[in-house]
């Protein structure tokens, strides 16, 4: 084991030094043979490149350049592809291919190409767009006209329908690069081709502006007319150099030799070729000068940025020397000297030309007796960037949010918001970067979750989601959007519990809020109440309240008194209360008593909704759960109200019992009976580990029937709990059952009666279909809860059963199965088929007669307890039979006894 690893790390660094020396070779090689250098160099260069032949048919190897040419099929998806006619036909040297096809864009005001330079952002790219209309709609038009913008800024307006182009160098803030294509009205835009170029660091930068080529003359070239042209290969960055710039009284001169680009560090890495000519003065003068007058932008006085390029072509004689100054717009620079052959860069000098007129000379010194020379010069306009591009954050959101739902809008291309918010359906405001305030997607066919990516959107103001196939729950995170006026989220398929916070928010008229048409949707209040299952039992409320509220609750309920009723099951008979239970019972603590109870908080073993939930130990040894309200929750006010009322006066085994209470203003907490084995719905999950066995559920049935049997049938007046469901059934450490969380539980003033209840409440599953559709609130709505809670025993299937399509009801579920009569696909799985059959076809029948439709033909709960009871039995005789016990009545009379504590 040891010794494989250090041989390994071995061949780690063995590996590691094969790897140094052979790079430590290869750059020897190379330094050694440029050719080969020069090679590798344009590879990694070329990786800088994109080259888009816009309306090509298919990518292409450019003979001329060695560049590859892409179509514009994976840059963007508008526009039609069309070719020039062809009388037009180009057959220009190398872009000839480029020019006789072009997309056009008779649809959209704003059509974008998204460029992503491996490079990423905050770096300079040279970006070049082509453009000849060569009558390619055989409309003979001369009047076109249209915007080209580059990311968010406005780049040109482009008018020359001759084989023109026009270039930038273009500082992007973002990884994604747009150029978009603006129609103005003044005729369809198109494009033939887009370069761009990653400038690498060179010194053609401007941290917060563009750099705009307005000369790049290659001097003393070629006879211009020849219309030859420097690009890549020859220029590493691809630059276009001009050849018809001329200086006054000047001649060419050139050499044949070549420069010696590698051994300088010329950062602006100019060409051989374009080094290798020059211009000098007719003989006799000792100067050159250049003037040219530049249009510029409105209303904005122009900077310029101006290159001179050196190279000594002429082997100096002995003696002679050339020297020179360069007087730009009359700012003087040197004396300079060149050295033979070697590149020499001067300048950027930066110019503010408030005149619109560039000139410069360049003049030999008194100790110069050679004239001056200038190989090349440079002049960029500095093009401001005046608006950002759209905050990205909002930008990512609403990209994930259209990847999320394939949303396929022509018009969602490019930049979000800039320039001129033309994604339908979205808004944005004026802010520099600009943030998105709407989104409408409104009958836009999206289907899933509601994405994530919704609350990225931190600014957006109204949100409309209405009329589509959304599913899943409505995120509570809504609500901490700070500026969410309109949320509509009508017509989906959403489902369970509208988010309390979000409930708040529209209540109190901050967030107007819809959510007509999600059927399964809870929109009551108490639907979110109980988000975690606890791991042990514990329900407690906020005390809210003061002692004096308390107190008056105490006092009212007492008036109710609750009583005993006769019920017509003998087995039920016993139910009585001891008239001082409640004092001796709910004790009062203090909160130091409180700490030393929970040994300082140590154990947490829950937590909901309204704090958190610790172990404590009290003095006589007996374990309880605290639950302490937490300052920042006070939502379950009310629920708490009535969990206090209910438990400080009915008592019951198979009710979760309060133990006490800790009032003091900051510090409230309640103090529960410790439920060893948590809550139903834990042990009835694929992953419980202690598998509860049929008769075990059973019983726990029976012990859930019997405690909602004692609150409608055995307190005066009778109370309905109204959130009857696993998570709200808790088991002591015998897997004795007891009904907890009587927050929704409402007490009625006489036998029979029935409120209306306006806001519906309960659990999405376990509602009485009949309270949802009339608000008619009575015992039997706990009745349907009840079969609910049955069948979800019988088949290890939670109410809501989810799948593919949604969530099917445990009952649509079962339904089918019970008409075929496959009791073996009804019952949990989880039993591998120990139970009995007979038993198991009773208790299904029992719940059935739980669930009409109608409350009325439901049967009251101390017939379902007699039921039960019965199918109990029966399960229990054929256990003993199979043991040939002979102890059934006796087991069955201790185990039966409704005790009351
Ligand atoms: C246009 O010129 C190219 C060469 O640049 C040639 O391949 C093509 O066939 C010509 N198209 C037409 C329609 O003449
Ligand atoms: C374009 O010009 C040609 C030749 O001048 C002419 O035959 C044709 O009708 C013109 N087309 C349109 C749409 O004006
Ligand atoms: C160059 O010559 C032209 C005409 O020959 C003249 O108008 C211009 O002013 C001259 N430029 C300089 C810088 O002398
Ligand atoms: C660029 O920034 C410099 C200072 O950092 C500022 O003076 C200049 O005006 C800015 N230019 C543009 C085009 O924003
Ligand atoms: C974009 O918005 C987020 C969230 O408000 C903010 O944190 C971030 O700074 C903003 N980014 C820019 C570039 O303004
Ligand atoms: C969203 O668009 C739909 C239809 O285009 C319109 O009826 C609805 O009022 C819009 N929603 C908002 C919040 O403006
Ligand atoms: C939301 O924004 C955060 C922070 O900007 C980011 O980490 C997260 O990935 C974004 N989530 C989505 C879904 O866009």
Redesign the pocket.
């Given at each position: 084991m040891h010794g494989g690893r250090i041989l390994l790390s071995y061949i780690k660094v063995w590996v590691i030094l094969l790897l140094l020396s052979a790079t430590f070779q290869n750059s020897k090689l190379a330094a050694k043979n440029t050719a080969q250098d020069k090679k590798r160099k344009l590879a990694a260069e070329n990786s800088g490149f994109i080259s888009i032949d816009c309306g090509a048919e298919a990518d292409y190897l450019d003979g001329d350049t060695g560049i590859t040419y892409k179509t514009d099929k994976d840059f963007i998806s508008t526009g039609k592809n069309k070719v020039v006619a062809p009388e037009y036909n180009l057959t220009t040297p190398y872009y000839g291919n480029m020019a006789n096809s072009l997309r056009t864009f008779p649809e959209g005001k704003r059509n974008c190409y998204t460029l992503k330079p491996r490079q990423g952002k905050n770096q300079n790219y040279y970006v070049r767009a082509f453009f000849y209309y060569g009558?390619y709609d055989?409309?003979?038009q001369t009047q076109i006209k249209f915007d080209l913008y580059i990311g968010v800024n406005h780049w040109t307006t482009v008018v020359d329908m001759q084989w023109t182009y026009y270039e930038i160098i273009h500082y992007s803030v973002t990884d994604t690069i747009y150029v978009c294509l603006v129609n103005t009205g003044f005729g369809v835009p198109f494009i033939n081709g887009l370069d761009l170029r990653f400038m690498n660091d060179s010194p053609y930068r401007s941290m917060n502006g563009s750099l705009i080529p307005k000369v790049l003359a290659d001097l003393g070239g070629l006879d211009p007319t020849l219309g030859a042209t420097q690009r890549y290969k020859d220029d590493v960055y691809d630059r276009i150099w001009r050849l018809d710039v001329n200086l006054n009284h000047s001649v060419s001169i050139s050499t044949e030799t070549n420069i010696d680009i590698q051994g300088s560090d010329d950062p602006c890495r100019l060409p051989v070729e374009v080094l290798r000519t020059a211009v000098q003065p007719w003989n006799g003068l000792n100067s050159l000068s250049y003037k040219k007058s530049l249009r510029h932008r409105e209303n904005f006085t122009p900077e310029f940025l101006v290159f001179f390029h050196f190279a000594e072509i002429e082997q100096i004689a002995p003696g002679k020397r050339r020297e020179f100054t360069i007087t730009l717009n009359g700012l003087n620079y040197g004396p300079f000297t060149l050295e033979y052959l070697k590149p020499l860069t001067i300048g950027p000098y930066k110019i503010q030309v408030p005149e619109d007129q560039i000139r410069f000379s360049i003049d030999a010194t008194l100790r110069s007796n050679l004239p001056p020379i200038l190989n090349a010069f440079e002049i960029f306009e500095l093009g401001p960037l005046p608006d950002s591009p759209t905050n990205q954050t909002d930008v990512h959101a609403i990209m994930a949010i259209k990847e999320a739902y394939k949303i396929d809008r022509v018009n969602w291309q490019g930049d979000p918001c800039l320039p001129l918010t033309t994604w339908t359906g979205l808004q944005c405001n004026d802010d520099n970067p600009p943030r998105i305030i709407s989104l409408n997607l409104s009958s836009s066919q999206l289907s899933g979750n509601i994405a994530v990516s919704f609350l990225n959107l931190t600014a957006i103001k109204s949100l409309d989601l209405s009329n589509n196939e959304l599913t899943g729950t409505v995120p509570e995170a809504f609500a901490q959007l700070p500026h969410l006026t309109i949320l509509d989220l009508s017509g989906n398929k959403l489902t369970g519990a509208v988010p309390y916070s979000l409930k708040e928010k529209s209540n109190s008229r901050q967030l107007q809020l819809s959510l007509d048409g999600n059927l399964d949707l809870c929109k009551m209040d108490t639907c979110e109440k109980k988000k975690r299952s606890f791991p042990v039992l514990v329900i407690a409320f906020v005390i809210s309240v003061s002692a004096l509220l308390l107190l008056n609750i105490i006092t009212i309920f007492w008036r109710f008194k609750i009583g005993r009723l006769n019920v017509s099951l003998s087995s039920s008979v016993g139910f009585s209360r001891k008239k001082n239970s409640m004092k001796s019972k709910n004790q009062p603590f203090t909160y130091p008593e409180i700490v030393s109870i929970t040994n300082n908080f140590q154990t947490i073993i829950g937590e909901g909704g309204f704090g958190k939930v610790y172990l404590g130990n009290l003095q006589d040894g007996r374990q309880v759960a605290v639950k302490l309200l937490s300052q920042s929750s006070r939502q379950g006010y009310k629920e708490f109200l009535a969990e206090v009322q209910l438990l400080m006066i009915v008592h019951h085994r198979n009710l979760v019992s309060l133990v006490g209470y800790c009032n003091e203003q900051e510090n409230m907490a309640l103090v529960y009976e410790y439920m060893a084995n948590g809550n139903l719905k834990e042990q009835l999950l694929e992953n419980s580990t202690n598998m509860l066995n049929w008769r075990a559920r059973l019983q726990i049935a029976v012990d859930a029937a019997q405690g909602l049997e004692y609150l409608h049938n055995g307190c005066r007046p009778p109370i309905v709990h109204r959130d009857l469901k696993s998570s709200n059934i808790l088991l002591t450490e015998n897997l004795q059952a007891k009904i907890s969380d009587f927050g929704l539980s409402k007490a009625f003033a006489t036998e029979g009666d029935s409120h209306v209840i306006t806001i519906p409440a309960g659990t999405p599953g376990y509602i009485d279909p009949e309270f949802r559709d009339s608000g008619n609130l009575n015992k039997k709505s706990d009745v349907y809860s009840f079969g609910i809670l049955l069948c979800e025993l019988i088949t290890g299937q939670p109410p809501l059963i989810r799948g593919h399509n949604g969530h099917t009801h445990i009952l649509q579920w079962v339904s089918p199965l019970v008409e075929r009569g496959d009791i073996q696909s009804i019952i949990d799985p989880k039993l591998k088929g120990e139970f009995n059959t007979n038993c198991a076809w009773k208790a299904l029948e029992i719940v059935l007669s739980c669930v009409p439709p109608t409350s009325t033909q439901r049967p009251d709960m101390s017939d379902i307890l007699g039921e039960l009871k019965e199918c109990l039995a029966m399960e229990m005789s054929s256990e003993m039979s199979m043991r040939g016990s002979v102890e059934m009545s006796l087991v069955l009379r201790t185990d039966m006894a409704p005790n009351l504590r």
């Amino acid at each position: 084991m040891h010794g494989g690893r250090i041989l390994l790390s071995y061949i780690k660094v063995w590996v590691i030094l094969l790897l140094l020396s052979a790079t430590f070779q290869n750059s020897k090689l190379a330094a050694k043979n440029t050719a080969q250098d020069k090679k590798r160099k344009l590879a990694a260069e070329n990786s800088g490149f994109i080259s888009i032949d816009c309306g090509a048919e298919a990518d292409y190897l450019d003979g001329d350049t060695g560049i590859t040419y892409k179509t514009d099929k994976d840059f963007i998806s508008t526009g039609k592809n069309k070719v020039v006619a062809p009388e037009y036909n180009l057959t220009t040297p190398y872009y000839g291919n480029m020019a006789n096809s072009l997309r056009t864009f008779p649809e959209g005001k704003r059509n974008c190409y998204t460029l992503k330079p491996r490079q990423g952002k905050n770096q300079n790219y040279y970006v070049r767009a082509f453009f000849y209309y060569g009558n390619y709609d055989s409309e003979n038009q001369t009047q076109i006209k249209f915007d080209l913008y580059i990311g968010v800024n406005h780049w040109t307006t482009v008018v020359d329908m001759q084989w023109t182009y026009y270039e930038i160098i273009h500082y992007s803030v973002t990884d994604t690069i747009y150029v978009c294509l603006v129609n103005t009205g003044f005729g369809v835009p198109f494009i033939n081709g887009l370069d761009l170029r990653f400038m690498n660091d060179s010194p053609y930068r401007s941290m917060n502006g563009s750099l705009i080529p307005k000369v790049l003359a290659d001097l003393g070239g070629l006879d211009p007319t020849l219309g030859a042209t420097q690009r890549y290969k020859d220029d590493v960055y691809d630059r276009i150099w001009r050849l018809d710039v001329n200086l006054n009284h000047s001649v060419s001169i050139s050499t044949e030799t070549n420069i010696d680009i590698q051994g300088s560090d010329d950062p602006c890495r100019l060409p051989v070729e374009v080094l290798r000519t020059a211009v000098q003065p007719w003989n006799g003068l000792n100067s050159l000068s250049y003037k040219k007058s530049l249009r510029h932008r409105e209303n904005f006085t122009p900077e310029f940025l101006v290159f001179f390029h050196f190279a000594e072509i002429e082997q100096i004689a002995p003696g002679k020397r050339r020297e020179f100054t360069i007087t730009l717009n009359g700012l003087n620079y040197g004396p300079f000297t060149l050295e033979y052959l070697k590149p020499l860069t001067i300048g950027p000098y930066k110019i503010q030309v408030p005149e619109d007129q560039i000139r410069f000379s360049i003049d030999a010194t008194l100790r110069s007796n050679l004239p001056p020379i200038l190989n090349a010069f440079e002049i960029f306009e500095l093009g401001p960037l005046p608006d950002s591009p759209t905050n990205q954050t909002d930008v990512h959101a609403i990209m994930a949010i259209k990847e999320a739902y394939k949303i396929d809008r022509v018009n969602w291309q490019g930049d979000p918001c800039l320039p001129l918010t033309t994604w339908t359906g979205l808004q944005c405001n004026d802010d520099n970067p600009p943030r998105i305030i709407s989104l409408n997607l409104s009958s836009s066919q999206l289907s899933g979750n509601i994405a994530v990516s919704f609350l990225n959107l931190t600014a957006i103001k109204s949100l409309d989601l209405s009329n589509n196939e959304l599913t899943g729950t409505v995120p509570e995170a809504f609500a901490q959007l700070p500026h969410l006026t309109i949320l509509d989220l009508s017509g989906n398929k959403l489902t369970g519990a509208v988010p309390y916070s979000l409930k708040e928010k529209s209540n109190s008229r901050q967030l107007q809020l819809s959510l007509d048409g999600n059927l399964d949707l809870c929109k009551m209040d108490t639907c979110e109440k109980k988000k975690r299952s606890f791991p042990v039992l514990v329900i407690a409320f906020v005390i809210s309240v003061s002692a004096l509220l308390l107190l008056n609750i105490i006092t009212i309920f007492w008036r109710f008194k609750i009583g005993r009723l006769n019920v017509s099951l003998s087995s039920s008979v016993g139910f009585s209360r001891k008239k001082n239970s409640m004092k001796s019972k709910n004790q009062p603590f203090t909160y130091p008593e409180i700490v030393s109870i929970t040994n300082n908080f140590q154990t947490i073993i829950g937590e909901g909704g309204f704090g958190k939930v610790y172990l404590g130990n009290l003095q006589d040894g007996r374990q309880v759960a605290v639950k302490l309200l937490s300052q920042s929750s006070r939502q379950g006010y009310k629920e708490f109200l009535a969990e206090v009322q209910l438990l400080m006066i009915v008592h019951h085994r198979n009710l979760v019992s309060l133990v006490g209470y800790c009032n003091e203003q900051e510090n409230m907490a309640l103090v529960y009976e410790y439920m060893a084995n948590g809550n139903l719905k834990e042990q009835l999950l694929e992953n419980s580990t202690n598998m509860l066995n049929w008769r075990a559920r059973l019983q726990i049935a029976v012990d859930a029937a019997q405690g909602l049997e004692y609150l409608h049938n055995g307190c005066r007046p009778p109370i309905v709990h109204r959130d009857l469901k696993s998570s709200n059934i808790l088991l002591t450490e015998n897997l004795q059952a007891k009904i907890s969380d009587f927050g929704l539980s409402k007490a009625f003033a006489t036998e029979g009666d029935s409120h209306v209840i306006t806001i519906p409440a309960g659990t999405p599953g376990y509602i009485d279909p009949e309270f949802r559709d009339s608000g008619n609130l009575n015992k039997k709505s706990d009745v349907y809860s009840f079969g609910i809670l049955l069948c979800e025993l019988i088949t290890g299937q939670p109410p809501l059963i989810r799948g593919h399509n949604g969530h099917t009801h445990i009952l649509q579920w079962v339904s089918p199965l019970v008409e075929r009569g496959d009791i073996q696909s009804i019952i949990d799985p989880k039993l591998k088929g120990e139970f009995n059959t007979n038993c198991a076809w009773k208790a299904l029948e029992i719940v059935l007669s739980c669930v009409p439709p109608t409350s009325t033909q439901r049967p009251d709960m101390s017939d379902i307890l007699g039921e039960l009871k019965e199918c109990l039995a029966m399960e229990m005789s054929s256990e003993m039979s199979m043991r040939g016990s002979v102890e059934m009545s006796l087991v069955l009379r201790t185990d039966m006894a409704p005790n009351l504590r």
